[in-house]
């Protein structure tokens, strides 16, 4: 009986460690730089497009493409918060290693640490839509990417209700 509990807890480790590309670790918060984006990559150039107003910070997170991390609470591999800046920016967010991602992005107007459904912006890879169905919260299916060791541009759009 012990044998078949530390074989299960030990194929229970191997999937969790499956659901995130190879060597990822969680909650990286980082400065922003463009350094990584001037190099060979893996990196992602975003163009930040839509941005209503300067105020408050933009918070911008890379996550494990598996339907398993997507927008889960702590599961994402990398975080830069920059300030507001209207209209349009651009920031480079480093990728760890080639795989699948997806990227978050939300701008939080006061700058309270909340998301405010009815004032905060946000984006996604893709830029998939968004309603009153989904939330917000639209599948990895619509939002991963795959990079290899490249530096990827990405186009993403800011929306607010």
Known sequence: MTKRILRFAAAAAIAVGLSAPAGAQFR???THSVAPCQGNGPAVWIQVSGIEGSSGTMRIQLYPGTSADWLERGR???RIEVPARAGSMQ???PVPRPGNYAIAIRH???NNGRTDITSDGGGMSNNPSINVFNLGKPSIDK???SIGREVLP???RMRYL
């Open 91 to 93: 920031v480079c967010m």
């Open 28 to 30: 990286n918060e980082i």
């Open 154 to 156: 990405m186009a993403i």
């Open 76 to 78: 994402w591999i990398n």
């Open 108 to 110: 939080d107007k006061n």
């Open 143 to 145: 939002t991963r990417f």
